[in-house]
Every structure is written in C-alpha cells, then in structure tokens.
C-alpha cells in the first residue's frame, strides 16, 4: 500500500478532533507518528516510522502499527486500535451500558436515543470497567459498531457470564 | 466404529513411523509414545498491556488446582479446557493469547528491550511469537511481521490488532525473497516452516488433516522441498543480521534433517556465525524440560556445538515438540 506521513496540518486537525470528541491530550501524541494509507490512519512508533522511510524503503507493506481511524479525513472514525493504544487517556464519549443494552449491540439492534446519555458521533461502550467496542450515535439512534463476525460469539460470552 | 477404526489406524502409524526414525533419538521413547495420546494443554500467554496474572486468576475465578504454572516468572497460565477461551470477550479485546507453552521458548531466547531493536519475524502467521516479541520489546523499536500466505496474514494481523501491538510492520513476501538491505535486523526469528511432527499428539492425533496426510504419506519429495525452504530462509536470515545480532531458527518438528542438519550446514558455510546457549533466565527452570541437540543422526555427524541447541518432548515438557537453536554473528 502507499504510505504517506500525515501532513502538518492534517495532524493537527486530527489532534483538535481527538481533543474536542475523547478528551485527548496533545502530549499523547509524542510517541507516535501518524500514517496516512487510501482508506486510514495509522499509529505506529517513532523508530519504526523512520525505519520505514528510511531503511525499509524497498519493502512493501500491508500494516503498520496500528489502524487507528478508518477513513482518513474529518469526520473520522475511530476503531478498536485507537482505543488500545491511548486507553486510559480517552476521557470523553464513554458509554456504560446496561446490559439489556449491551446485549442489543451485540444482537445488531440499535437503541432509541433517549436510553443513552452520549454524544453524536462514535462512542466507547462498556459494560462495568470491560471494553465491549464502537457504537455511532446518529440521530436518535446508537448503532453497534461491533464487528458482526464477532457479536453472537461475544453475546454468548455475555449470557455465559451471568449464569 | 469406523472413525474409530480409522483414529487406531492413523494413531498406530504415527507410533510406528516415528519408532522407525526415533527410538534410539528420543530418551524415554515408550513414555514419549505414550504422551501424544494425552491430550494437550490449554495454555494462555497474558497481555501484560492489559491485565497481571493475579487479577486474570481472579476474573476467570480460577482455582489454584486448576493451575499449573510450570514456569512461574512468565506469564503464561494452563487452563481449563471446557471454558471457550477462544469466544471470550477478554480474548477478542487481546487480554490473552491461546499458545503451546514450548512456543514461548523461542522468543526469550532472545535478548530484547532496546529503543534500537530492529527485529525480523521472517514467518510470522498466526502471530503467537509475533505478539510475544512486541511485548518483550514493550513496543519500542521496531518488529517486521512477514507472512506470505494471504489467508494466513490476515490471522497475523487480526492477532498484531487485538492484542495492540504499535511497533509493528506487515510484509508480505517469501522470505528468502525479502527485499530488506543486507544487515538491516538486530534480531531475526525464523519459525520456520517445518514437518510439524510436534503438533502431533490428541486431539489433533486425527486421519484427513492435510498435514498429518504429509506425515503419513512420509513423501520424500514433500520432505526435500521443506528442507530446500528452510535452507534458503536461513542463507536469507544470515545476509539480513546485523554483525552483533541474534538469529534463533525453531521448528516444531523432531527431524534432526529440518533441525540440526539445517543449523550445522550453515555453521559451516559462515565462520562468523557461532552457535549460543540459549538466553534463558538463570539459573533456568526451564532446564529440567529442555535436552540438547544431537550430534548424530543415521550415519551423519554434525558439530559438536549443536548440543547448545535445545529439543523439547511433550513427555518431558508437557506441550508440543519443539527445537530451538540460537547464533550470534560476530
């Protein structure tokens, strides 16, 4: 795939957003570099950007670190790998779920906007302190983000638990 | 009855096969024989990103019964093998990695932590030892994951993905075709494609699984090209490690020919290549389950060095058959 470093600009838009929607300060971004592909943004370490642009130029790749935004410009969304690597720095656009609601994400089924208390746009889901993964609230809707492959396997996960 | 029929069949030519090459190679054979009819372990590699052993022991309310931490400073638990581990939401968010305990052995061999690693995983899918060395690494430096197979890459980053490793690069080449400068890696792993001789044992002990039909077959020509591989992946592996670098090559197979055949050939053909203890903490606990290399196999002798290399038995360690050899570049 071709790699492109963010531009500037680009990644300080990135930066205002991540701030505005999830609470993010600009000093967790001194760690990485960001990665722009067709379809995403990637995050990845220093050395390995410079590797990258440097030593292992001749190579071609399929991922680098991790796809943190999928889509590459405003409104951005954001996935799981965004979530793994600033984790307890996202402060903002966390949703607890019941678990009656947990469950209806992991069925695919949407809940109406007036049982969640969030913001519009993709939101973190818990149950308790666990990550369950993305919901977009748009509308008056929350919409699971969740990927099908994995709902009915988590939602069986889920019951198990609460025998 | 006839399944069952068929299971005696396939399991009574393994143990005659593997009488017929090993016998006099294996210590302990007929316990050995006897370990691959026992079912293998459930064992998880905890994330440390996410989670201590305490807590997870806790979570999953496991009882100290069921379990057996042969090496206590990794963190590595045998569990259960009734819970699905594999649908578990702790297992889709990367808290844990379902992996033999002797795969683990390749990865600590090698001494990792620095802001400057440039490390190879030259056959990385599924992602086991690939998200293990990124933790050693505590995702400084740089990982290159390589996997040619395309449906194999995609379980490589599915793993690299869920369990949030960020220093990692995917190619996506053979390996002996990699297209890195000479000398570019300060460590290279190379798991390298092998007979898999050593995943043989229950459940997986079954007639009609593709690999196990190779095994059976015993095709001399199946064998041959493997050997050619892995011979070329090591050539490759040398030009690619820096001077001062670590190169450990494993197969999960107990074939001296895929084993210590492949690293004496090298030795000889590169003087500055040397062969190293493995760099297991010391004094190792892993000692007692570890027996060196052989020196000799069906009229071939090899160097003496090779007993630096490591041969693991599931009837000594109970997991799958391993081989692990370390070299260093001078």
């Known amino acids: 795939m071709s790699v492109n470093l963010l531009k500037n600009d680009e990644l300080e838009q990135l930066k205002d957003y991540c701030l505005k929607h999830y609470g993010l300060n600009y000093e967790v971004w001194a760690e990485v570099s960001a990665i722009k592909t067709k379809d995403a943004i990637w995050l990845v370490n220093h050395q390995a950007e410079a590797f990258l642009c440097h030593e292992g130029v001749n190579e071609e790749y399929e991922s680098i670190g991790l796809r943190c935004f999928s889509g590459v410009c405003f409104p951005y969304k954001i996935t799981d790998g965004f979530v793994k690597i600033f984790d307890n720095e996202i402060k903002k656009k966390k949703l607890n779920l019941k678990e009656s609601q947990a469950r209806a994400m992991l069925k695919g089924e949407s809940i109406p906007y007036e049982e969640v208390v969030g913001h519009d746009g993709y939101n973190l889901l818990f149950i308790g302190n666990t990550y369950l993964g993305i919901g977009l609230k748009k509308g008056d809707q929350l919409i699971s983000q969740i990927p099908k492959a994995l709902r009915s396997q988590l939602a069986k996960d889920l019951e198990i638990r609460n025998e | ?330």
């Open chain 2, 1 to 330: 009855m006839n399944r069952n029929h068929n299971m005696m069949n396939a399991e009574q030519i393994f143990h005659n096969l593997f009488t017929e090459r090993y016998r006099d190679l294996i210590p302990d054979f007929d316990q050995f024989l006897v370990s691959l009819n026992k079912p293998q372990p459930i064992g998880l590699r905890l994330n440390t990103r996410f989670n201590d052993k305490e807590e997870f022991i806790k979570r999953f309310k496991l009882s100290s019964s069921e379990i057996i931490i042969p090496i206590s400073e990794i963190n590595y638990l045998e569990v259960p093998s009734e819970n699905n581990w594999g649908g578990a939401l702790e297992h889709h968010l990367g808290h844990y990695y379902i992996q033999a305990l002797s795969s683990l052995i390749p990865v600590l061999s090698l001494n990792l932590g620095s802001e400057n690693d440039r490390v190879l995983d030259m056959c990385a899918a599924p992602g086991g030892k690939t998200t293990h060395l990124a933790e050693l690494m505590n995702d400084k430096g740089v990982l290159v994951a390589n996997e040619p197979s395309l449906g194999r890459r995609r379980i490589l980053k599915a793993s690299l993905s869920r369990m949030g490793v960020s220093n990692c690069l995917v190619t996506m080449k053979e390996g002996q075709n990699l297209d890195f400068p000479k000398e570019s890696f300060t460590h290279i792993l190379l798991d390298g494609p092998c007979s898999s001789e050593g995943t043989l044992r229950a459940p997986t002990l079954r007639p009609n699984k593709k690999k196990d039909k190779n095994y059976l077959n015993y095709n001399k020509e199946f064998r041959k090209g493997l050997h050619h591989i892995q011979s070329e992946l090591l050539e490759k592996a040398y030009s690619l490690l820096r001077p001062g670098g670590e190169l450990v090559y494993s197969t999960c197979t107990y074939d001296p020919y895929e084993n210590e055949k492949q690293v004496d050939l090298l030795l000889k053909k590169h003087s500055d290549l040397s062969l190293v203890e493995l760099n297991l903490s010391s004094p190792s606990p892993w000692d007692s389950f570890l027996c060196d290399g052989v020196t000799e196999y069906r009229g071939e002798h090899y160097s003496s060095e090779l007993t630096k290399t490591k041969r693991v038995y599931p009837h000594q360690l109970n997991s799958i058959g391993f081989y692990v050899s370390k070299f260093v570049k001078k």
